[in-house]
């Protein structure tokens, strides 16, 4: 159980255009979903959770405006990477708590984000 | 707040063989959870095991075990009769209660990337 799953796997798009990622759980309703950006051979950084229904709160130094989140549903949430450029390349990894009260995350399988 | 130190950026061991990986952690709070996830090529994160800091006893999960020191914030992972499959980025973290059903997030130390030689 506690699946999550993220698309795509991965995307390559052009220096100044917008692209989605989409994160779902899928055997679960997530009242809180985290987004997470790791560079090569780094720790994961949080860049912002979610809960459903409000917006997210982003951690210091992430753009709100670049990085724009949605969690729309209790098994959605999407991050939008807007006005792309190369320095946005990176994986980013979203996660997800099943319920009020857990501590508990299950990652999705990250999404590699290469920007041209 | 909470940090978590790795301080082994790398590690080496021959298969079969035992490995230690190193974690260190600072926190004000008394209620907090710790764990061990792996991250293979894959870029998947699998959670290999987790502590109740409230438990004394450590916790084990197979060749998998934890050495939790509370009073020197000190969780380590060692890894008995070492297998390929155990090569991966190796993530210490820690989450603490916040009262509530609210917790704190997630804290990720700079992982420990784990060869294993045939």
């Known amino acids: 159980g506690a699946v999550v799953s993220q698309h795509p796997s991965w995307v390559i798009c052009k220096s100044g255009t917008s692209v989605k990622i989409e994160c779902r759980s899928l055997?679960?309703?997530?009242?809180?979903m985290f987004w997470y950006r790791q560079f090569p051979k780094q720790s994961l950084m949080l860049m912002a959770t979610?809960?459903?229904?409000?917006?997210?709160?982003?951690e210091q130094g992430v753009e709100k405006d670049k990085f724009l989140i949605n969690h729309a549903s209790l098994t959605l949430s999407t991050l939008t990477v807007t006005s792309a450029h190369p320095e946005d390349s990176s994986f980013y990894i979203c996660?997800?708590?099943?319920?009020?009260?857990?501590?508990?995350?299950?990652f999705g399988p990250g999404t590699r984000l290469t920007v041209t | 707040a909470q940090t978590v130190t790795q301080s082994q950026p790398e590690m080496s061991v021959q298969e079969a063989e035992t490995v230690t990986l190193s974690c260190t952690y600072d926190?004000?709070?008394?209620?907090?959870?710790l764990f061990w996830y792996k991250q293979p090529p894959s870029r998947q994160m699998i959670l290999v095991i987790r502590?109740?800091?409230?438990?004394?006893q450590n916790a084990t999960e197979n060749r998998f075990s934890v050495n939790f020191q509370k009073a020197a914030k000190s969780f380590s992972l060692k890894i008995s009769d070492s297998q390929l499959g155990d090569a991966a980025m190796y993530f210490c973290?820690?989450?603490?209660?916040?009262?509530?059903?609210?917790?704190?997030?997630?804290?990720f130390g700079q992982g420990t990337i784990l060869t294993v030689h045939p």
């Open positions: 502590q109740e800091a409230y438990k004394q």
């Open positions: 055997d679960f309703q997530a009242t809180t």
């Open positions: 926190t004000s709070e008394s209620d907090y959870y």
């Open positions: 973290a820690s989450i603490y209660y916040a009262g509530g059903t609210s917790y704190g997030k997630l804290t």
């Open positions: 996660s997800a708590r099943t319920r009020l009260g857990s501590y508990e995350q299950y």
């Open positions: 979610s809960n459903e229904g409000s917006k997210a709160t982003y």
